[in-house]
C-alpha cells in the first residue's frame, strides 16, 4: 500500500519536472510574442481607409529594436465590435499584452484591474517624459491619481465656421476670444428666410448642446470620486438656457446634418477627427459643396473660458502580461516615439498627443497637400488648456437620462431651474444605488 | 471494481460516526467546490458565446478569473487543503509542523474560496472541523478561536472591500432567464445550509462522542472503585488464612519434630529398659544414642522456633539430609531403612524440599510408631516432571487408614504443592507421594 503511494508520489513528481522542463526549453527556446488588441476604423466616427498604418508603423520600429520579439494584432476588428471583443478576451484571460481601451470602458477596466497601474514603471522609467503630453489627453488615463493608460491620439472638439455664410452676410470671423454673447449676436444675425417662403431656411448653429455650453462655462458635470453630479448649480443651469435661447431662434426647427453639409448653416462644432477627415480634398468637395470652413474656439459662457474638451484613445497594458517591461517600451514606442506620432497626423484621424510633434508639423507648415492648410500651432495652444472629462462606468447611462430630460426642458414641459434639481436628485440616486 | 467499493464502504462503515461525518464533510465541499467551479466555467463560455462580455464585465466589480484558472485554481487549493488537513491530522508532528500545516489549509481555504469569488464559505467550516476534530483543550482553544477569527475576518473583508457593484456570483446568475436565475440562487443557499447542517451535526457528534468518553471513563473509575474494595477485603482474608496456616502449620512442626524425636527416645528406652538388665553396656551405648537424638530434637525445636525449619536441611543439601536423617532415624529406632534414588530433581524450590524432607520424616514416624516395622525402603523416582516418594514397610498395616495427624498434614503439604498423597495397606504400609517438580528433571541410577 505505502509502496504504491510513494510510487504514485514518485511518478507525479516526475511529470511535474518533465512538464517544467519542457516549459523552460520552450521558454528558452521561442521568440517572445508580444500581442496588441487594436481596431480598423476611427474612434471618432469619421471614414478611415489607412487600416492599421500607425500600428504598423510602431510595430516595424519597435520590431527592429527588439530582433528576438514578435508583435502581432488581430487585424480587422471594427471599432463597433471592439468593446465586446476585448471583453470577451479580459474575461477569458486571453486579452493581448497591450491594448486601446474604449474611452468609456477605462474606468471599469482600471478598476476591476484589467489595465495595469503604470505608477512604478513611469516612477522607474527615467526617459519618460509625462509633460510632453498634452495634460488633458494624459489625464484621461489616470484614475485616483494614478496613470493606468497613456493617450495615443486625441480631439479636442472645435467651431467649424462657415466662412462663406458670414462673408455673404459681411460678418467677420470671431476671435479666439469670443463669447457666448458674440455666438448669439451672429446667430440671431444669420438666421432668417433668405427665399421668403415663409420658412426659415439658414440658421445660426447645428449642434451644438449644452454639454458644449456647461464645459466653456468653466463647469464639469460629475465628481467622479463622490459619485455626485453638478446637474443643479448655476453653470449648468446657464449653460442649458443659453442652449434654449440659441434654439428659440430658430423657431422650433430642428436643424438637419443635411442642412449643415448644404452650408445653411453659420456655425457647428467638430471633433478635430471630423475637421480633419473632412477639410481635405475629396472629401470637401462631398460634403460641404461650394462652402469655405475654418475653425475657431468654442465661445466662452459667462463663466468660463474658450476651452475644448477633448476626447482621447487610450492605450494601456493587461495587469496579467508576463511581458510587462517590453509591453512598456511598445506602449512608448507607440505614444511618444516621434515618428510613430508623426504617423499619427498622417494616416488617422486624431491629433497627435505630442506637443513636440504638433509643433514640429505646424513649423514644417504641414496641411493635407496642395494649398490646404491647417493652423495646427492654434490647436496645440487648444490642447493645451482643453479639458479632461473623466469617463466612468455609468456615464453613458446618466447622459441619456440628462439628455432626456433636458430634451423636456428644452420642449418647456418642465421649468429649467426645478428639472435641472429633479435631474440632480435622480442621477445622484443612480450613481449612489 | 465493486469489490474495490465494498471495501471502502465497509471500511467507511468501521469507523467512528464522528469520523464518518467529518470525511462525508470534506466529500460534500469537495463536490460543491466541483460544482461552483463548473458553474463559473459554463457560465463564463456561454457569456462569451453569447457576446455578452461586455455588458457583463461592466456589472463586475473585480477582474473575474479565466475559466481554466478558476478550475485549476480551486482545485488545486482543494487538494493542497484537503493533503494539509491530513498532515495536520497525523499524530507523529512536531507541533511546529502542525502549526505550519494549519497555516498552510487556511491559506488554502483562503485561495480557494477567493478562486470561487467568494461564493462559497463552507470551506471555512471544513477547516474549523478539521481544528475541532484535533481539538484536545490544551491551548488549541486560543488557536481555534485565532484561526476561526482570521477566517471568517478574511472572508468578510474580502467581500466588504467590493463596496459597490455586484458580487460576481450573482453577475454570473444575472446572465440566466429569472427563472434559472432563482434556481441557482436557491441551490446556492441549498449547498450551503446543507453544508451548515452537515457541520452542526458533526459538532453535535464530536461533543457527544466526547460526552460518551467522558461516561465510560466515569463508569470504568467506579469500577475500579469496587474492584478496590474487593481486593481490601480479600486481603484481609488472606491474612486471616495466612494466619490459619501458620498456626496449622507450627503445630506441624511441633508434632513433626518433637514427635518424631520423643517418638525416637520412647522407643529407644524401651529398648533400653529391656537391655539394661541383660546387657547394661549395651543399654548405655543405646542410651547416648537417645541422648543424641533428644539433644538434636532439642536443636530442632530450637530451630523450629528460630526458623522453622529442619536443621539438616539447612545445614546440608536435601539429599545428603535425607540420607542423614534416614541413618540416623536407623540407629535410634533400629529398623532397618533403605534409601533408594532412581531419579532426582536438578534443582526444587525450598518449600518443596522441606515437603519432601518432612514427609520421608513422617513417613518413617509412622512405620516405627504405627506399624511397627523392622524395614523399611524410601523410594525416590522421576516420572515426567514429578517426583515419586514411596515408603513402604513390612509393618502391621491397617485395615482402613485413619488419618491421623501426621497423615493429614503430610496431605495439606502436599496440596500447596500441588501434589498428592496415597496410602495402601497389603504386607505392610506403603505411602506414595508424587510432587511435581517442573522441568530440569534428570534421571539417575539406584544409590
Redesign the interface.
Known amino acids: 500500500m505505502m509502496g504504491r503511494k510513494q510510487m504514485g508520489g514518485h511518478l507525479l513528481a516526475l511529470c511535474l519536472l518533465a512538464v517544467l522542463g519542457l516549459w523552460s526549453w520552450q521558454a528558452g527556446h521561442a521568440r517572445t510574442q508580444l500581442r496588441v488588441g487594436t481596431f480598423v476604423g476611427s474612434a471618432w466616427g469619421v471614414p478611415n481607409s489607412e487600416g492599421h498604418a500607425v500600428l504598423e508603423k510602431a510595430i516595424e520600429s519597435f520590431e527592429a529594436e527588439h530582433p528576438d520579439v514578435d508583435v502581432t494584432y488581430v487585424s480587422g476588428i471594427r471599432y463597433e465590435e471592439y468593446p465586446e471583443w476585448l471583453a470577451e478576451q479580459i474575461l477569458a484571460g486571453t486579452e493581448p499584452d497591450v491594448f486601446l481601451v474604449p474611452e468609456y470602458d477605462f474606468e471599469a477596466y482600471a478598476a476591476m484591474g484589467a489595465v495595469r497601474n503604470l505608477s512604478d514603471l513611469t516612477a522607474r522609467d527615467q526617459g519618460f517624459d509625462e509633460a510632453g503630453f498634452y495634460a488633458a489627453a494624459l489625464a484621461y488615463g489616470r484614475k485616483d491619481g494614478s496613470l493606468y493608460a497613456l493617450p495615443v491620439e486625441c480631439a479636442p472638439t472645435l467651431m467649424f465656421v462657415n466662412k462663406t455664410l458670414l462673408k455673404r452676410e459681411g460678418i467677420e470671423m470671431p476671435g479666439d476670444d469670443w463669447t457666448w454673447q458674440d455666438f448669439y449676436n451672429i446667430c440671431a444675425k444669420v438666421t432668417k428666410d433668405g427665399d421668403g417662403d415663409g420658412v426659415l431656411d439658414q440658421f445660426g448653429m447645428y449642434d451644438y448642446d449644452w454639454q458644449l455650453a456647461v464645459t466653456t462655462n468653466g463647469g464639469g458635470l460629475f465628481n467622479a470620486s463622490t459619485r455626485t453630479s453638478y446637474f443643479a448649480s448655476p453653470h449648468v443651469e446657464q449653460g442649458v438656457q443659453f442652449v434654449m435661447q440659441l434654439r428659440k431662434l430658430q423657431h422650433g426647427h430642428e436643424v438637419t446634418a443635411r442642412e449643415a453639409d448644404q452650408g445653411k448653416v453659420a456655425f457647428r462644432p467638430f471633433t478635430f477627427a471630423q475637421y480633419r477627415t473632412y477639410k481635405p480634398y475629396p472629401w470637401r468637395i462631398k460634403k460641404f459643396a461650394g462652402s469655405e470652413w475654418d475653425c475657431v474656439r468654442l465661445p466662452a459662457g459667462p463663466n468660463g473660458r474658450n476651452i475644448s474638451p477633448v476626447s482621447t484613445l487610450l492605450l494601456g497594458m493587461s495587469s496579467r502580461t508576463t511581458e510587462t517591461g517590453l509591453a512598456w517600451q511598445l506602449m512608448k514606442k507607440i505614444t511618444i516615439d516621434p515618428e510613430v506620432q508623426g504617423a499619427v497626423l498622417e494616416k488617422s484621424q486624431g491629433l497627435p498627443v505630442r506637443r513636440e510633434v504638433v509643433l514640429k508639423a505646424a513649423r514644417d507648415k504641414w496641411g493635407w497637400g496642395g494649398a490646404e492648410s491647417v493652423d495646427l500651432e492654434a490647436i496645440s495652444r487648444i490642447m493645451d488648456e482643453a479639458v479632461c472629462q473623466p469617463q466612468f462606468r455609468d456615464q453613458r447611462a446618466v447622459i441619456t437620462m440628462a439628455e432626456n430630460a433636458i430634451q423636456e426642458i428644452y420642449a418647456g414641459k418642465k421649468p429649467l431651474s426645478m428639472g435641472l434639481h429633479k435631474l440632480q436628485k435622480e442621477v445622484n440616486a443612480y450613481l449612489q444605488r | 471494481m465493486e469489490i474495490d467499493f465494498y471495501l471502502l464502504l465497509s471500511k467507511f462503515r468501521a469507523k467512528s460516526l464522528a469520523v464518518r461525518l467529518h470525511q462525508l464533510l470534506w466529500l460534500y465541499n469537495g463536490l460543491v467546490l466541483v460544482l461552483f467551479s463548473g458553474f463559473y466555467y459554463v457560465t463564463?463560455h456561454k457569456?462569451?458565446e453569447a457576446?455578452s462580455?461586455?455588458s457583463?464585465?461592466?456589472a463586475?466589480?473585480?477582474?473575474?478569473?479565466?475559466?481554466?484558472?478558476v478550475l485549476a485554481l480551486s482545485w488545486l487549493s482543494f487538494g493542497v487543503l484537503f493533503i494539509c488537513g491530513r498532515i495536520y491530522h497525523r499524530q507523529d508532528l512536531t507541533l511546529g509542523t502542525r502549526y505550519l500545516a494549519l497555516l498552510g489549509e487556511t491559506i488554502a481555504c483562503i485561495v480557494a474560496m477567493r478562486s470561487l469569488s467568494l461564493a462559497y464559505d463552507g470551506l471555512v467550516l471544513l477547516v474549523v472541523a478539521d481544528l475541532m476534530h484535533r481539538y484536545d483543550g490544551k491551548n488549541t482553544g486560543g488557536l481555534l478561536l485565532g484561526a476561526m477569527l482570521v477566517l471568517f475576518f478574511l472572508a468578510d473583508y474580502n467581500s466588504l472591500s467590493f463596496q459597490r457593484g455586484v458580487e460576481p456570483f450573482d453577475a454570473y446568475t444575472a446572465y440566466y432567464k429569472d427563472s434559472v436565475r432563482g434556481v441557482l440562487v436557491a441551490v446556492k443557499r441549498g449547498l450551503s445550509s446543507v453544508n451548515v447542517v452537515l457541520f452542526a451535526l458533526y459538532l453535535v457528534t464530536l461533543v457527544q462522542n466526547k460526552h460518551q468518553e467522558k461516561e465510560r471513563i466515569q463508569s470504568l473509575n467506579e469500577q475500579l472503585e469496587s474492584a478496590n474494595e474487593q481486593l481490601r477485603i480479600y486481603a484481609a482474608e488472606a491474612e486471616r488464612t495466612a494466619e490459619m496456616r501458620e498456626r496449622n502449620r507450627l503445630a506441624r512442626e511441633i508434632h513433626d519434630t518433637l514427635g518424631h524425636t520423643l517418638t525416637g527416645l520412647a522407643a529407644g528406652m524401651d529398648a533400653c529398659m529391656v537391655l539394661i538388665e541383660v546387657a547394661p553396656q549395651k543399654a548405655r551405648e543405646q542410651l547416648e544414642k537417645l541422648r543424641d537424638v533428644a539433644k538434636h530434637g532439642l536443636k530442632d525445636v530450637r530451630r523450629s522456633v528460630k526458623k522453622l525449619r529442619p536443621d539438616d536441611l539447612e545445614r546440608l543439601p536435601l539429599r545428603e539430609a535425607i540420607t542423614h536423617m534416614v541413618k540416623e532415624y536407623a540407629e535410634t529406632t533400629a529398623m532397618e531403612v533403605k534409601l533408594e534414588v532412581e531419579g532426582w530433581p536438578e534443582a526444587m524450590r525450598q518449600d518443596v524440599e522441606e515437603v519432601i524432607y518432612r514427609i520421608v520424616q513422617e513417613g518413617l514416624t509412622n512405620a516405627n510408631r504405627h506399624g511397627h516395622a523392622t524395614k523399611a525402603v524410601v523410594n525416590f523416582r522421576l516420572e515426567e516432571g514429578r517426583l515419586k516418594i514411596r515408603i513402604v514397610d513390612n509393618g502391621q498395616g491397617c485395615k482402613e487408614t485413619v488419618p491421623g495427624f501426621g497423615l493429614r498434614h503430610m496431605r495439606e503439604r502436599l496440596d500447596l504443592l500441588r501434589g498428592s498423597l496415597a496410602c495402601h495397606s497389603e504386607n505392610g504400609f506403603a505411602l506414595e507421594a508424587v510432587i511435581p517438580v517442573g522441568q530440569g528433571a534428570k534421571e539417575e541410577t539406584h544409590d
Open positions: 463564463q457569456i462569451i457576446m462580455a461586455h457583463f464585465l461592466q463586475l466589480p473585480v477582474l473575474p478569473l479565466p475559466a481554466v484558472e
